[in-house]
């Protein structure tokens, strides 16, 4: 991979202040809903020990992403937001960060896009989508 691409992925990673790794836990929580440290560790790619996965859900709970309950000795881990409120602040960052707020740059880039290649009935789903916020006068 060259230094252009990694410095890339590297940027890319901290957009939403996360790590890769701490990117990865949240989307296994999000996922299953809920996790043990062993559930997560289980479901890491190159996963690393018990005890600095511990430490990683930990740092997730300081950073206001997951949350945990007691269920006897262990600890539960769940996404501290919804699923839907999440996406909804994903989308308005990258909206903000690289369409500069603007919903047509981003589905003219989704669109220009040839490795996502829609299917006749996504497109005619999205029409009707569009047909519905102009109805609705959004």
């Given at each position: 991979m060259s230094a252009k691409k990694t410095a890339s992925k590297r940027v890319e990673s901290r957009a939403d202040g996360l790590s890769r790794r701490e990117r990865e836990i949240?989307?296994?929580l999000y996922r299953k809903g809920r996790?043990?440290?062993?559930?997560?560790?289980?479901r890491l790619t190159e996963a690393?020990?018990?005890?600095?996965v511990r430490a990683m859900l930990r740092i997730l709970e300081e950073k206001g992403h997951?949350?945990?309950?007691?269920d006897g000795q262990r600890y539960v881990y769940l996404?501290?937001?919804?699923r839907e409120r999440a996406k909804r602040s994903a989308l308005r960052h990258v909206l903000h960060t690289f369409f500069d707020n603007s919903a047509e740059h981003a589905i003219s880039a989704l669109l220009?896009?040839?490795s996502s290649t829609m299917s006749a009935e996504e497109l005619d789903r999205i029409a009707a989508m569009v047909e519905e916020a102009r109805k609705e006068g959004r």
């Amino acid at each position: 991979m060259s230094a252009k691409k990694t410095a890339s992925k590297r940027v890319e990673s901290r957009a939403d202040g996360l790590s890769r790794r701490e990117r990865e836990i949240l989307n296994i929580l999000y996922r299953k809903g809920r996790a043990t440290v062993s559930d997560v560790q289980d479901r890491l790619t190159e996963a690393p020990s018990y005890s600095a996965v511990r430490a990683m859900l930990r740092i997730l709970e300081e950073k206001g992403h997951a949350t945990h309950e007691e269920d006897g000795q262990r600890y539960v881990y769940l996404p501290a937001v919804s699923r839907e409120r999440a996406k909804r602040s994903a989308l308005r960052h990258v909206l903000h960060t690289f369409f500069d707020n603007s919903a047509e740059h981003a589905i003219s880039a989704l669109l220009g896009d040839s490795s996502s290649t829609m299917s006749a009935e996504e497109l005619d789903r999205i029409a009707a989508m569009v047909e519905e916020a102009r109805k609705e006068g959004r």
